[in-house]
Structures are given as structure tokens and as C-alpha cells.
């Protein structure tokens, strides 16, 4: 009996501590989370980053916005840099840039708006208040955070307000540095003023269990090297940035490396260990040099291929951010299906229909990107549909599809002999899906991603290794789940 005892508290105290660690890599298959002791993947129609560092901002009614329509993940930058009103990239409405001044920073201030000065000796009490208690409500509501340290300076107006540009930093050595030289450790006493920053934020954020680290924004914006066209991947000189894939150059990673060494290096001794993300290209690519200390591996602008090439490095691949495709929901909620019945762990739709004064997230906003109530509710239907598979046996299953004429098929093995399966209309839509499958009972369930509703097809009793699926697409897509019986 004492050892039944024993036994039932020693499991209760494990239950207990994985409760009570921060998110990490599903053990059991490092392509999804673990949170709270459950398998997550995480989905989400977030704001434009600013929730943070905007004071005018309500975040609580942000929160409580995403949470009761069903996500579980935003992300915030953190205070390095932020934008100028109704001048940053068509967006009319734009949580990143704070009214002139008003940016909340980790950094005390002097002067009069037009001559700002950031004094990175003295940290700002009213930030670290404010981040504390947007943690302390998201921790509360179960949502996710992902903590940007730094973004690209995309523009010269930019580096004008930048807390990094030595012109705006109280008591810097020199007032001069080349921009696309800020994140590189050729950057003079710059960087160990960001390695103290980074130092910071990580003692401060290690009490919450709820974020993950990611170290910048866009780096290849800075000092991108071409790697290939979308349309010919054999060549290099693509007509725009949309139709090219860059990476950030060597310079870019050093600079990033050495910060992932300070994040792991500070936690070394603090209670808790934290995930780390990092931000490699837009659109898709083949990675190579990932840290060892880098588990999420993030993508702008997604394709699908970006989990088939980078599934052996048995990471999360994420879809951190959408947009530039248009402002209607369906353009996106493809994207985000596509993308997570590849075998993706992460979606982010930049949702712009969430600023100052409409944080609850019914705003109409002239942007280059999508974002509504509307788009959230099918959010949910994705997160739900992905959620309720066993996450810890999941995985892709493009192999699988035999065929599927007229028709865009993505699809996952549910680890228990049966499938899950998205499938687009792509020129035919009355057409057949044919499916390789073990021999069996199944039973099928065809399940709406605009609406949710959901309806049994039929169960199909399999003798050769094959189900054919006959399809009426009239409206463009639908989700299919296979369940063995």
C-alpha cells in the first residue's frame, strides 16, 4: 500500500511540474507544443505587434478578445523599434506606431518629442509595470506569447526614432551608425547595450510559463542575400521582393547566434527554460546551420514546402506572420489550412481589424493584410479541428494521396490508421480524392471551414489499400476526417 502511496504522489508531483513548466516541444513529436502537460499546436488572428508598447492601447480587452473567440497565441515587440503613424506600409490604423513620443520603451527619456533621447543606463518602471501585468493576463487566459527583441529598420525614417540610433541615445561615443550595421556585432558599443537589453527582458519574463523567445523580425530586410525566385527557383533576380526568397547574411547570423548564446547563457541559472524561435525567410525555404538552442522555426508569408524541407530537423515550423495577399478571409483561412494540414505548428494571421480604440477587434482598416471577427470564428474551427488529433502521433501524409484530379490535397496521418485531409478546388470542382489507407472500417466526416458544420459522408469497409472519395466542392474546400472504427 505504501508503495501505491508513493507511486500515486510521485505522479501527481511529475503531473505537477509539467503543469507548471513554460511551453516547450511535445516530447513525443517536436513538431507540435506542450503546454500545461497537453499537446498544443498554436493558432491565431493577432494584432499588429504594438499591444505592448502602445500605452493608448487597451490590452486587456485585446486579451480577452482573443480568448473568448478561441486563439491562443499573439506576438509582441519590444520596444526596439516601432513605427510612424500613416506612414509605415498603407497600414491607415497601426498598433506598431504609437502617437509621437508616446512609445512605451524599456528605456527612460529625456527631451521634448523631435529631440527624444533614450538613456539605456536607466530602465523605464512604467514599461516593466505594464509588461508585467500584459503577462500576468495572457499567463491567466492561456495564451501564448511570442517576445520579439528586435525587428529590421526597414527605412531611413525608421532609424530616425530608433532607440538603437546612437543620434537618440543619451551619452553615445559616437552619433553615427549605418542602419543596416545596428544588427551585426559590427555595431560598436551598440551591441552590449542590446546584449544587457536581451539580459533583462530575460531575468524579468523568467517567472511566466506562457512565451517563447524569438530573436528579430524580418533580419534578411536588413541584409538579405537572394537565394531564389519563386517562379524559377534556378534564378536568382527576381523581379520583387514578393517573388524571392533571402536570407539574412552571415553578419546578420553571428550577430543572432551571439544573442540565442546570451538568452541560453542568462537562463543558465534562472529557474526556468524558455523556447527560442527564429526568423529565417519569407515564403519558404530549405534551412541549413540551425542552432542547436532554436526550436521554432519561423517563416513570413508561409508555403507548405517549408514543413517538407525542414521536417528531418524535427522542429516546430511556423507560420509567423500573413498578409500582402489581399484583404479577404478566404485568401488567408487557405493559407492557414494548407499550411496546417502539412504538418505546421504555428499560424499567425496579422489581423488589422484590432487598434486604438477598437481593440475588440471589429475595426475596418486600410491595410495591406486581412483581419475580422468573421476570419477569427474560422480560425477557431482550424484550431479546433487540429487540437482534437492525437498531436503526439501526427504527421504529414502527402504521400498518402494517391491522386486528386482538379483538386489541392494536403493532408496529415492521425497515427491510428486514418486521416486527416484539406482539400481545395483548383479547376475541377466535382472530382474524387483517392486516398492510400490500411484495410478497415472507416467512417468519414466532411466538416465546412467557413461554417463548422460537419456531416458523415459514410463508412466505407476497405479491402484493397485504397478509399476513394467522391467530392462536390461547390464552395472551394473542404476538411475530411478519416477515422478507423
Not at 499573439?74 to 506612414?87: C, D, L, N, Q, V
Not at 516546430?316 to 500582402?324: H, K
Not at 484495410?439 to 466505407?460: A, C, K, N, Q, W
Not at 489499400?465 to 467530392?471: C, D, G, I, M, N
Amino acid at each position: 500500500m505504501r508503495r501505491v502511496i508513493l507511486f500515486i504522489l510521485c505522479f501527481n508531483s511529475i503531473l505537477f511540474a509539467m503543469a507548471q513548466s513554460p511551453i516547450r516541444l511535445l516530447p513525443e513529436n517536436p513538431h507540435y507544443f506542450q503546454y500545461k502537460g497537453k499537446p498544443m499546436a498554436l493558432v491565431t488572428s493577432a494584432e499588429h505587434y504594438g499591444a505592448l508598447i502602445n500605452p493608448d492601447f487597451d490590452f486587456a480587452e485585446y486579451l480577452n478578445t482573443l480568448h473568448e473567440q478561441g486563439m491562443n497565441y499573439t506576438r509582441i515587440f519590444m520596444g526596439s523599434y516601432f513605427e510612424i503613424p500613416g506612414t509605415s506600409f498603407g497600414i491607415q490604423y497601426n498598433t506598431l506606431a504609437p502617437e509621437p513620443g508616446k512609445a512605451l520603451t524599456p528605456w527612460k527619456t529625456v527631451g521634448e518629442n523631435g529631440s527624444l533621447q533614450y538613456d539605456w543606463s536607466e530602465y523605464n518602471p512604467a514599461y516593466f509595470q505594464r509588461l508585467r501585468d500584459f503577462m500576468v493576463l495572457a499567463q491567466k487566459l492561456d495564451i501564448i506569447v511570442e517576445i520579439t527583441f528586435f525587428s529590421s529598420i526597414y527605412r531611413d525614417e525608421h532609424w530616425e526614432i530608433s532607440p538603437e540610433n546612437p543620434a537618440n541615445r543619451v551619452n553615445a561615443e559616437s552619433k553615427s551608425l549605418d542602419r543596416k550595421l545596428a544588427h551585426t556585432l559590427e555595431n560598436g558599443e551598440l551591441w552590449s547595450l542590446q546584449k544587457g537589453y536581451v539580459q533583462k527582458l530575460v531575468r524579468e519574463l523568467n517567472v511566466y510559463e506562457n512565451f517563447f523567445f524569438e530573436i528579430q523580425n524580418e533580419p534578411w530586410s536588413d541584409r538579405g542575400v537572394k537565394v531564389l525566385n519563386l517562379m524559377n527557383k534556378y534564378v536568382t533576380n527576381g523581379p520583387n521582393w514578393m517573388e524571392e526568397v533571402e536570407y539574412a547574411d552571415q553578419l546578420s547570423l553571428d550577430w543572432q547566434n551571439a544573442l540565442i548564446e546570451t538568452i541560453v547563457a542568462t537562463e543558465k541559472d534562472l529557474p526556468k527554460k524558455h523556447l527560442i524561435a527564429q526568423n529565417f525567410s519569407n515564403f519558404k525555404a530549405p534551412l541549413f546551420d540551425v542552432s542547436p538552442h532554436v526550436s521554432i522555426l519561423n517563416f513570413h508569408y508561409n508555403w507548405p514546402e517549408s514543413v517538407d524541407w525542414n521536417y528531418h530537423l524535427n522542429r516546430v515550423v511556423g507560420f509567423d506572420e500573413s498578409g500582402f495577399a489581399g484583404s479577404e478571409d478566404w485568401v488567408y483561412r487557405r493559407q492557414a489550412w494548407a499550411f496546417m494540414l502539412s504538418g505546421g505548428g504555428l499560424f499567425n494571421h496579422l489581423d488589422y481589424s484590432f487598434y486604438v480604440g477598437k481593440e475588440d477587434g471589429t475595426g475596418v482598416n486600410e491595410a495591406p493584410g486581412g483581419g475580422s471577427a468573421t476570419f477569427r470564428k474560422e480560425m477557431k474551427i482550424l484550431s479546433d479541428f487540429i487540437q482534437e488529433l492525437n498531436l503526439a502521433k501526427v504527421k504529414p501524409a502527402a504521400n498518402r494521396v494517391i491522386s486528386s484530379p482538379g483538386l489541392l490535397t494536403f493532408a496529415l496521418d492521425d497515427g491510428a490508421g486514418g486521416l486527416a485531409a484539406y482539400v481545395i478546388e483548383a479547376g475541377k470542382a466535382m472530382s474524387h480524392v483517392e486516398f492510400q489507407i490500411d484495410p478497415g472500417t472507416y467512417e468519414v466526416i466532411l466538416l465546412d471551414p467557413v461554417t463548422g458544420e460537419s456531416r458523415t459522408m459514410d463508412t466505407f469497409e476497405i479491402q484493397p489499400s485504397r478509399l476513394v472519395l467522391t467530392l462536390n466542392l461547390m464552395q472551394g474546400e473542404t476538411a475530411i476526417r478519416i477515422l478507423r472504427k
